[in-house]
């Protein structure tokens, strides 16, 4: 079957798999209809809950499976209280960026449908529904914690459950130690309001003068600095308390003269959503650093509600800030779950480890690397796949570039930059590459959400180096993880070497983010990314990729040829198979594609780490789709996709791996990467990762057709995949990235000797 006519029969089949949506498939189209000019309002235009699940709600239940680690007594007590923490940076991001955009859309006028067909009111509404039992949960795994914890010989107290020597010791260390650093804000005709910054926590105070009505009420506020221990150690025990509880106790101290009529606990979430447009930008830079200064002053979408004590503060705040019902939220204990993460850094330095947290974790020397005295050499002789964080990032990826900027037969080196965090090594060689007379480009994306300021930092940095920099491409993220260093051979010939990945250059990352990535001179794919270079630097408009994709140019049409090619193998009674791995799923055209292909008996296995607005398993469009959902010690990122293009051998079918989900914007609205493994072993090595990982039965769960999860039944002796993982890169090697670093810091200190 050609394609035309392939592409004619799957549209038939996904017009008669839609009838009971009554949506035909001419609306199926993922690209979405603008409502007005601005970017962030989308509608997609098919929109039927009979066909898809809704992502909101798909992203909760991805934080209730967090949740579900946190209570899980087969993992350590303090990655238990690690994964609370989680749970609640998750829900502020959630807020800051979903929740925000939703509220903007309705602040807007506008009421664009989701693909599960519901308007921005209706999914608040289910929001706000799921939240109530996930804020509950939270609380109650936080007091079965608390109790676990004292097991080990350690206690959270409160105020109230100290001895009167331990209250006077603690008021000493309030006036020594943190009411030196307090700033205490009262509103009057003299004094505004002040600015509440975004996901501070603070402490409201209602206050009365000395011989006033009690009635006459000033309002203060005092916010809880971060910059200074979270969690007190009371002296001559083994037992904390949080600050805010201490603040609490003797914020009268701060007072003189007044009284203290009561106290609430409070914290903000401001909108993170942006509506800037910045197609029409002269100075992307400029845009950026205006959008950062304006974020900080942007609505307020949840106000937390801790212990109140005065609901008069709770009235004056909810009306001073301009606050509906809708945006209040209660606080599941009196202080910020986020804080957890300061009281887990002191546990671990001072209760035993066996039994408290995960055993420590080394990643491995990549085998292929071992024996290499130039990494150059080594790829040289074949491709290598490299898998994090199981193998050494340091030993690969950071000595790739590293040994680049040295080396003084690499002519230039070309890179993208996403996230790469502070005290960057990939940063160091750029510059270190500069100044020893390479030439030099890094593309630095500015509107990485959240890293916008370091990414600011760093351009300027590489600029002040005499890197060439570049900013991104207006109106497009580039989210692409790629580097291409160009180098002269013995014989003056010129030669290329890729590292194409699907995680950020971050060694902090890197060591618990699981990513895969491809070390390769193939010249077919080098030869493509220096085109693809070209275009981010330079404009060019080369579309006629033959093996990179690339989005968006052709990775979005690449996609739906393999899956409509699978259809034709399973027509022609060869076996057809998808699998991918990624993070997230919502891609309207590519899950229609996948509806029909699973009705011409193509076996889909989706391993999606968090929301997926597909409906697997439906006996109408999805009976032959599978999705589950791994979670564990690391954050599952990698993305991984194969096609097995009707193979006898599983092994000779197509593996791609790159930086995209299948999501709308990935797709259509990002510069994205994805690149071909040719390597016979680095085939072996990606299927064993996802065979391994479909065959989980200890942190895997599995989706049904209603978005809902369950666990897998697991037996007594199943070992978690990220454990077997772990185990069989020990196979391979004994020598650890604590060695490589180790061996490497040495060899420097004798270089400066």
Known sequence: MNNSQNEIDMKKVVSQTQSKAKVSLKKAKSKPVRKKKKDTFQEHPLSSAEIFNNREIGWLNFNLRVLAEAKDLQNPILERLKFLAISSSNLDEFFMKRVGGLKRQIAYGLSPKSSDGQTPKKQLAMIAKALEPMLKSQQEIYHKLTLELQKEKVYIKSFDQLSETQKVSLKKYFLNHIYPILIPLSVDPGHPFPFISNLSTSLGISLVQEGKDADEKIFARLKIPKLIDQWVHIEGTQAYIHLIDIVTHYVNELFPNMKVMGTVLFKVTRNADSDREDEDAEDLLATIEEELRQRRFAEIVRIEFGRCTDDWLKTFLIKELDLKNEDIHPLPVDFDFNDLQMLIQTLSSEIPQDGTRYSSWSPVMPANLQDQSSIFSAIDKQDILLHHPFESFSASVERFVSEASEDPMVLAIKMTLYRTGDNSPFIKSLIRAAENGKQVVCLIELKARFDEERNIYWAQELENAGVHVVYGLVGLKTHAKTTLIVRKTADEELKTYAHIGTGNYNVVTSRFYTDVGLLTCHSEITQELMAFFNYLTGKSLKKDYQHLLIAPINMFQKFKDLIRREVNHTESGRPGLIIAKFNNMEENDITLALY???????????????????????????????????????????????????????????????????????????????????????????WDILQTYWNDKVQTWSMSSDGSYAKKRKQPTDIGVQQLMMEKALVKTNLTEDDYISAHNESDEDQDR
Not at 663 to 671: E, G, S, T
Request: proline share 3%.
């Open 596 to 686: 029909a292909a699973s009705q011409f008996n193509v076996q889909i296995q989706l391993i999606v780490r968090g929301f997926c607005c597909v409906k697997p398993e439906d006996r109408l469009f999805s009976k032959n789709m599978k999705v589950q959902s791994t979670l564990g010690r690391f954050l599952e990122h990698s993305r991984i996709f194969y096609f097995r293009n009707g193979q006898e051998d599983p092994i000779d079918g197509d593996f791609y791996i790159g930086s995209a989900d299948w999501m709308y914007r990935n797709l259509h609205a990002r510069v994205e990467a994805i690149c071909p493994v040719y390597d016979r072993q680095a085939k072996e090595k990606l």
